[in-house]
């Protein structure tokens, strides 16, 4: 992914630079190779389907050659649990070299052609342990590491010519494309404390105009509460002559709610969930 | 001081249940049916659970009738087993698991229970859990390991006793069931 940064960023900043600047920027990249050989878009590649789909590792054509490596535990998927390349395009009976470059890692295979005969490596290793295999069998092969295969550690070979492609999407539109949907959802994040705010304007202004409503009203008119006092008859009490029983009634409630709570707290979430550690 | 009645009485309530509250956690330590964790497992090297008899090939072993045991390595960002197969045990069955790390500290949690320990590398983690009925149970690291822990889970499931089959080779008991 990052190649294809690469790549447009040095095209946009000058197509004059010329084919050289571009070969040796494609060389730089972290997948080194033919990958998008000319200029023309990318090339076809083996198509992994979802296997390989949101897979870092980046992909790269060994077609020609009689050995190549495979990178187990290179930088990607959120830490180093890649396989790099993921996608490796090779001929029958080229030999494959998978090298640890970090620990707690393992190589097992996911699919392959009936009469592949890949093994993998179970047992995990860590960074300077290598196997190499040898790919006589034609066609595709899925591979994935134990450990790491829920970050997405997977990985792809395909052997000969004979195997499924795809031409890849440009970086560029694959982008845009995801890019539309979140835009939407963020119009409206950003619109909804708008509406809030209209909603709070308006509660003000209805008060606003309730309160002036009243002292018009009231204007002329003997006041309510003055008339309550006025009228109202006093009385002595002695200490235990008052009888809160309103805050005696809430503290109730308060207390029987604790109950219920500690009741469905201690003896239904925390006794009452299934097993529990005896020894 | 006069106190009111009324006062007097919600003061005593509180005090009923500040004890009533201090005794069920009190219970829930010492009580029947729940135990803590503690270093009974022993410590293991880390560097070398290829080595060691039952971690090399960890998972589900039979220790007695209706009594297993289930060795479990916790590593980033897998539970071995658990993660890629799941951990099988029979229902009606108590299973002793010892649970390790070889890299850096994990938790090992059966979602939704009681069963729910951190796991050290170096130091082996023994719990032991009734399974009464049969079910399923996601497991989840709950100590941050790294980068993909929010991926690290697995799955124990309880299994009717018909359907539970271990490989003679794990029937640890001597003996015979």
Known sequence: MSDGHTRRALLRRGAALGGATLAAAGAAGPVAGQEEGDDEGPAPRPDFGDWLADVD??????RGESETTVTVGAR???????????????????????????????????????????????????????????FETPGMYEYYCEPHRSVGM???????????????????????????????????????????????????????YLRERRERLAEGVPQVTELALARGRKQELDHDGFNPI????????????????????????????GPTVTG | MEIHRYERAWLAASLVLIVLFIGTVAYGALGPSVAMVDAEG????????????????????????????????????????????????????????????????????????NVNTMVLPGQVTKVTVDFEETGEYGVV????????????????????SG??????????????S
């Open chain 1, 57 to 62: 590792g980046g992909y790269r054509d060994a």
């Open chain 1, 76 to 134: 990607g998927n959120g830490g180093t649990f890649a396989f790099s390349p993921a996608n490796l395009w090779i001929d029958p009976g080229t030999t494959v070299t998978f090298e640890w470059t970090s620990n707690n890692h393992n190589v097992l295979p996911e699919s392959q052609p009936s009469d592949g005969g890949f093994d993998g490596h179970e047992p995990i290793e860590n960074g300077g342990f290598s196997f190499k295999f040898t």
């Open chain 1, 154 to 208: 997977l990985g792809g070979i395909a052997v000969g010519n004979d195997v499924p492609t795809a031409t890849p999407t440009p970086v560029g539109e694959a982008q845009q494309g995801s890019g539309e949907l979140p835009g939407g959802v963020w119009v409206g994040i950003m619109a909804a404390p708008v509406g809030l705010a209209g909603v709070f304007l308006a509660g003000i202004l209805a008060s606003e």
């Open chain 1, 246 to 273: 309103g805050t005696a009634g809430l503290l109730v409630g308060y207390f029987l709610l604790l109950l219920v709570l500690w009741g469905l707290m201690y003896f239904v979430q925390f006794l009452g969930n």
């Open chain 2, 42 to 113: 022993g410590t293991v090297d880390p560097a070398a659970l290829d080595d060691h008899p039952r971690f090399s090939d960890p998972g589900v072993y039979q220790t007695g009738e209706d009594e297993y045991a289930a060795y479990v390595i916790a590593r980033r960002f897998a539970f071995q087993p658990g993660s890629t197969d799941p951990i099988r045990v029979p229902e009606g069955s108590t299973v002793t698991f010892y649970i390790t790390s070889p890299d850096v500290v994990h938790g090992f949690s059966l979602a939704g229970t």
């Open chain 2, 141 to 160: 690291c709950h100590e941050y390991c790294g980068e993909a822990h929010h991926e690290m889970a697995g799955t124990l499931v309880v299994v009717p």
């Open chain 2, 163 to 176: 359907e539970f089959d271990l490989p003679e080779e794990r029937d640890v008991s001597g003996g015979g």
